[in-house]
C-alpha cells in the first residue's frame, strides 16, 4: 500500500498504520483522511490482519486535530459533500476487526474523535488530550459531541468541551476517556501485548464480540440483548466454537481457523 501521509506496516496480524505528518502534529489534512479510510478499508478485507493499531509519527503528537490551514474558505456545502462522501470516522466505526489507538502525544479535536471512535485506547504518560474545537470557534464535527458523553458522562463530556481545557493521561484514565496509561518506552511494547491477546482468541468471535460490545452505543438495552442473543446462538454454530470446547475439555490449546 503506497501513501503520502501515512505509513502502514501489515505483514503481521497486528497491521501499524502510523499518522505521518511529524511537522505539523500529524494533523489531518483531507488526503490524509482519504489515505487513512483507504487503509482501514484495505486492512479490513486483508486475511493476515487481525488487529489494526493506530498512531502518530514523531515524539510528540498523536494527531493534533483536523488541520486548521483548511478550514479557511470552506462552505458550509463544501462540509456537506464531504460528510455525504461518509467520514473518516464513520470509517473507523465500520470496521470488523478492533481498532486500537496508540496516543503517544497531542490528541486534539479530530484527533481525540478518531481515537474515541476506535475499540480501545492507550496513552502514553505523556500524552495530552481534549475537545478542543470551541478554542477557534467550532464544535466538535466527527462524532465528539456523540462519543466523549458516552464513554465519560454528560457533564464530563461538557466540561471538556466548553472549556477546551487539555487533560493529562492520567485525568483521562480516571475519568475512562482511555483505557490504560504507560509509561512512554512501553507504548509500543504494551499496545501490540495487547493486540497479541486479542489475536490468539478465534477471529469470529472477537469479530461477533466486537459487533456486539458496539452495538451498546447505538441500540436501547432490549434490543441490545437481543442482538447479543442472536450474535450468541450464530456463534453456536462455529468450527471455532467445536474447536475452543473441545480443546477445553481434552485440556489443549485450541486450534482457531475462524469458521
Ligand atoms: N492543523 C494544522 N496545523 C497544525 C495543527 C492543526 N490542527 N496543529 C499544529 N499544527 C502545526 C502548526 O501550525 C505548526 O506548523 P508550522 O511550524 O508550519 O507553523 C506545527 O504544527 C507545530 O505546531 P506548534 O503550534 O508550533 O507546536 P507547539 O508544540 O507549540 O503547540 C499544540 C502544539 C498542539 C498545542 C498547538 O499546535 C495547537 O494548539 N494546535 C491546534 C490543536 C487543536 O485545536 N486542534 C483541533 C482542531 S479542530
Known sequence: MQFETILVRSQDPTALITLNRPEKLNAMSMVLKQELIRALQELDSDATTRVIVLTG????????????????????????????HGTLYDAVDKVSKPVVAMINGYCFGGGLELAMACDIRVASN???????????????????????????????????TLTGDRIDADEAARIGLVDEVVPHARLQPRTFEIAEKIV????????????????????????????????FALAMASADKEEGVRAFLEKREAKWTGQ
Open 57 to 84: 509519527a514523531g515524539e510528540k503528537a498523536f494527531t493534533a486535530g483536523a488541520d486548521i490551514h483548511e478550514f479557511q474558505g470552506r462552505t458550509p456545502m463544501d462540509q456537506w459533500r464531504m460528510y455525504e
Open 126 to 160: 505523556r500524552a495530552v488530550l481534549g475537545q478542543t474545537e470551541l478554542n477557534i470557534g467550532i464544535i466538535p464535527g466527527g462524532g465528539g459531541s456523540q462519543r466523549l458523553p458516552r464513554l465519560v458522562g454528560l457533564g464530563k463530556a461538557m466540561k471538556l
Open 200 to 231: 490468539a482468541h478465534s477471529p469470529l468471535a472477537v469479530r461477533l464480540a466486537k459487533s456486539a460490545i458496539r452495538a451498546s452505543a447505538r441500540l436501547p438495552l432490549d434490543q441490545g440483548l437481543r442482538y447479543e442473543q442472536s450474535l
